[in-house]
């Protein structure tokens, strides 16, 4: 595709359950990233990939959150036991080569009720 | 990591040239500095990148000083559209492995 795509836009949830934010990045893009963005706050990195592997996972906050990237292209972020204090914007950037700026994605909107 | 500093909030009439300052005393060697907008609910779009002296695209100007411990973007002739948080970020882009870490940016406000 043209830009990196995220789906789903928007996902409510209920405490506790697990949930699945899935990114597209830009085709031929081996560098991958996820954000995490609270209301008026900057975007708070939480992984990067490079290829299939992560290369710094040291923004998790907890064991609840992991994340995919199986053949190097689509990336799954996984919540497991979703609690409220999850809920912000998901933002997946990607770029060429790790020493290029990323591009970001729309995000997905996350809301834990 | 390189911590930036930067205005949380500017105001700014259409037609006007807008410089926001970013300030990062502790810049290594090996960063760049990195400017992206963001409007509300979209993603961090990228403006421009520079590591030293003046870079300019089609959309801002980047100076940065001699030093390297600040930087100014530039955006010519600002219109409503451009009311967006401006993102300043410093990292190592050389060796690729560092992502880039976002601080709380600057709201910009152009007014009519």
């Known amino acids: 595709g043209a830009g990196v795509s995220q789906t789903p836009s928007n996902k409510v949830t209920e405490k506790g359950k697990y949930v699945e934010l899935r990114c597209d990045p830009i085709?031929?893009?081996?560098?991958l990233y996820w954000y995490r963005q609270s209301l008026g706050q900057g975007p708070e990195f939480l992984i990067y990939?490079?290829?299939?592997?992560?290369?710094?996972d040291s923004g998790l906050p907890n064991d609840r959150f992991f994340a995919v990237r199986p053949e190097g292209s689509v990336s799954t972020l996984k919540i497991q036991r979703t609690e409220r204090g999850d809920s912000a914007m998901y933002l997946c950037?990607?770029?060429?080569?790790?020493?290029?700026?990323?591009?970001f994605g729309q995000g997905t909107r996350l809301t834990v009720v | 990591l390189a911590k930036t500093t930067q205005p949380i909030s500017m105001d700014s009439y259409e037609g006007q040239e807008v410089n926001i300052t970013c300030s990062h005393n502790?810049?290594?060697?090996?960063?760049?500095i990195t400017w992206y907008q963001q409007f509300p609910s979209q993603g961090p779009r990228f403006i421009i990148q520079g590591y030293k002296t003046k870079v300019t695209n089609e959309v801002a100007s980047l100076f940065i000083p001699a030093d390297r411990k600040s930087s100014t973007l530039s955006l010519p002739r600002v219109s409503l559209s451009d009311t967006a948080v401006y993102y300043c970020?410093?990292?190592?882009?050389?060796?690729?492995?560092?992502?880039?870490?976002f601080g709380k940016g600057t709201r910009l406000s152009v007014i009519a």
């Open positions: 990939f490079q290829g299939t592997g992560a290369a710094d």
């Open positions: 970020l410093v990292g190592d882009q050389l060796s690729g492995n560092t992502p880039l870490v």
């Open positions: 502790n810049i290594a060697t090996n960063d760049y």
């Open positions: 085709s031929g893009h081996t560098a």
């Open positions: 950037a990607s770029s060429l080569t790790g020493d290029r700026p990323p591009f």
